[in-house]
């Protein structure tokens, strides 16, 4: 960041050719808001959740599988020459996960064989402790080894020994500790397990639910990453949704992410058939989703499966009445005292406490998949009915349609729920619906939103761009103010997906990219927008003055009682500087302000590179001081983005 006082950024700046934008806010007649309300939708695509935020270190670590994806030996390799397949033992780990790893000699007996992982294309080893396990089943005198190690060179990092204790036709589980005593200098490096065939009985073992943890964001056990859930957490969210996304609609009527499945020991989870072409662990669960909500300090929007199905399917009207319980007990399980059926689950699963869940949505795009019908049958009975059995059953709690006024033939959507818009968008469309929100009385929240094309391309079929791109970013700024002018009526603005995990891209457009070496943990340029407009919360709204474009903004109070104003510039006329002066309506000469502006590389396609580290997105901090009728004087260049506010911490002084 870069600190400036006024006088030298005032000298600094060109006489602008541009004629200046004279904004006047108002002290009052605005609107109230919810006043947080910046966040991010989760699900797991392209390994954000296993492989991504879910720091279990070993890829496919229990073989499970599904229709579309068989059980197979990913991400494993034999070590020293043993013959390594997939087994169905009798009996199974469990009825959940039936399927193992055979690891026999392949020559003669004896020797130390074993079997390695390469983690999801990778494994971060640093001087920290790594918590570890497997069961194994079969007789084996001796012990186990267990190791993080080079891929590429012979180096071990850590190496430890484990009595065995397994024996014939039962499963036994053995936990081990590492601690590397140096950094790995890459993340080439794979975990593996040893042992001295001649001791195996049959020269054969079979293990299972190979796992391996790092230290997890808040410690919690079977946690989430640390560099990602803390790049999360500096967004300042307060909205968190989850768990989808197609991901919760599922393939077919059979292949929905049944919360059940994802309760309890990892031993108990069978997985689920991804709808991004994976199987999921389910090591992510509904459990670990309400305490990476609460750990993360922010509210949820929990979706519950509605009765569609990615395939178009729906269930009919005389069948949804199971389906509406099972979100009852979900919603039980949540926030149900812990004497309630659910809740006392939730409560032998170690968090008696309930969690506070105030807002359900009734599915994801329902307008989408099996358009008419699905959505036919949306409006006419399956919204209905799960909106009017939650709310008999938790009357505080806000239903949330999962389509707004603006989705295909539309939705009146019935009172008291709330709408959900989803604008995947080219810049230049940000302007165009600037105004969008402006008359629409019917809260709605924005529970994805990204810029995803570029510009000059014809809508979802144009060109995807393949990061998060400055101008790209700077429209959606523009979006982002465009719903905080009406946030009186817009509750929620998520981002959406969050994560990429950079083996794994297809869907480019993510706030964050990441991989196995935490070094590659990339902050987009639009992480640098959503930051900045979060940590100014307006509590509520003040009315404006002022031409609009190049310039669009939002002005408000913020929970400190200080004025602030957002605005971001986007073209200008032959590209010059905008000269800006906002005046607060009351506020005394001398006032000071923080203005804070983000500007982007000369490029508009420039974007933060995960291989070089190179931040496009340049920060400077001024503190303004306002003249006889309240007035700031600063100037924009164009594709910035602006925030004055009146308070702000004094790091100025020295
Ligand atoms: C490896 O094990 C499989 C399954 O038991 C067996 O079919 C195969 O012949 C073995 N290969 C070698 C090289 O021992
Ligand atoms: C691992 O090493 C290979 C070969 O040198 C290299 O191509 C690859 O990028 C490395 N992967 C990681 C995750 O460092
Ligand atoms: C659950 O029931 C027990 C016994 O009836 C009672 O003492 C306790 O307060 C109840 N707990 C909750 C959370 O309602
Ligand atoms: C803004 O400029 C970009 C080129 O940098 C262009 O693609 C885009 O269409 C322009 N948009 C408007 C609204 O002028
Ligand atoms: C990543 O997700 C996209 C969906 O956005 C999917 O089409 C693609 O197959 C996934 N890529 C990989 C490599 O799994
Ligand atoms: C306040 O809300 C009213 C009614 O929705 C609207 O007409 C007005 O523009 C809003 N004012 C501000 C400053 O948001």
Not at 152 to 181: M, Q, R, Y
Not at 488 to 513: F, K, V
Request: charged share 20%; glycine share 10%; aromatic share 12%.
């Amino acid at each position: 960041m870069v600190f400036l006082r006024s006088a030298a950024l005032i000298a600094a700046c060109a006489v602008s050719l541009v004629s200046a934008v004279d904004i006047s806010v108002q002290a009052t007649g605005g609107n109230k808001t919810r006043a947080y309300q910046y966040g991010f939708l989760h699900e797991d695509i392209n390994n954000s959740g296993d492989g991504g935020l879910y720091a279990e270190l070993i890829r496919n670590r229990a073989f499970q599988y599904g229709e579309k994806f068989p059980a197979s030996l990913e991400a494993w390799f034999p070590v020293n020459g043993a013959n390594i397949s997939i087994s169905h033992p009798k009996p199974a780990l469990s009825d959940e996960l039936p399927a193992a790893i055979n690891v026999k000699s392949s020559g003669k007996r004896g020797g130390q064989i074993g079997f390695a992982n390469e983690g999801y294309w990778g494994i971060n080893v640093k001087k920290q402790k790594y918590s570890g396990s497997f069961w194994v089943k079969g007789t084996y005198k001796g012990q186990f080894t267990a190791s993080l190690q080079s891929a590429l060179t012979d180096e071990v990092f850590a190496s430890t020994k484990i009595k065995s204790k397994a024996v014939a036709d039962e499963w036994v589980e053995h936990k081990l500790e590492l601690i590397p005593k140096k950094d790995a200098p890459n993340s080439n490096n794979t975990f593996a397990i040893t042992f001295n065939a001649a001791g195996a009985k049959d020269g054969s073992l079979d293990f299972n639910l190979i796992s391996l943890f790092p230290p997890t964001y808040k410690g919690r056990k079977n946690g989430m990453r640390i560099d990602i859930a803390e790049a999360l957490e500096e967004l300042h969210p307060t909205f968190f949704r989850f768990p989808g996304g197609n991901m919760l609609e599922g393939d077919n009527i059979d292949n929905w992410w049944d919360w059940k499945d994802t309760l309890g020991p990892l031993r108990h989870r069978k997985g689920f058939q991804n709808t991004w072409g994976y199987q999921m662990t389910n090591g992510f669960g509904l459990l670990e989703y309400l305490e990476f909500a609460e750990d993360m300090n922010m509210e949820m929007i929990l979706g519950v499966y509605s009765g569609l199905s990615l395939d178009g399917n729906v269930v009919p009207e005389d069948e949804l009445q199971p389906w509406i319980d099972d979100a009852l007990n979900q919603i039980e399980f949540v926030r149900g005292d812990a004497n309630s059926t659910w809740g006392s689950k939730r409560a032998e699963l170690g968090h008696p406490e309930p969690f506070k869940l105030e807002f359900v949505e009734i599915g994801n795009e329902e307008w989408l998949a099996g358009y008419p019908h699905g959505w036919e049958t949306y409006k006419q009975y399956r919204l209905p009915m799960f909106m009017d059995a939650i709310r008999a059953a938790y009357p505080d709690i806000n239903i949330i349609a999962s389509g707004s006024v603006f989705d295909q033939n539309g939705i009146d959507i019935p009172e008291p729920a709330i709408g959900d818009y989803h604008p995947y968008r080219k810049p230049d469309n940000f302007l165009e619906e600037f105004n969008l929100f402006d008359n629409v009385a019917t809260p709605h929240i924005i529970g994805e939103v990204s810029s995803t094309h570029v510009n000059g391309g014809i809508g979802w079929e144009g060109q995807l761009a393949k990061w998060p791109w400055w101008i790209g970013s700077v429209g959606g700024a523009i979006g982002l103010i465009s719903y905080e002018r009406n946030a009186d009526r817009i509750l929620g603005i998520l981002y959406a997906p969050i994560l990429r995990n950079l083996e794994r891209s297809q869907w480019d457009i993510t706030i964050l990219q990441h991989a196995a070496d935490p070094a590659l943990t990339t902050r987009s340029t639009d992480w640098y927008i959503w930051e900045l407009m979060a940590a100014h919360p307006i509590i509520e709204t003040l009315p404006v003055k002022g031409e609009l474009d190049p310039l669009f903004f939002v002005a408000g109070k913020t929970k400190q009682d200080s004025l602030v104003w957002k605005g971001a510039c986007y073209n200008t006329t032959e590209h010059a500087n905008v000269p800006v002066t906002v005046s607060f309506e009351g506020v005394a000469a001398g006032t000071q302000a923080e203005l804070t502006l983000l500007t982007g590389p000369k490029d508009p396609y420039g974007y933060n590179d995960p291989k070089t580290g190179i931040n496009v997105v340049e920060t400077t901090k001024t503190i303004l001081e306002a003249g006889e009728d309240g007035e700031f004087e600063f100037e924009m260049p164009e594709l910035s983005v602006a925030v004055l506010d009146t308070y702000f911490e004094d790091t100025y002084s020295e």
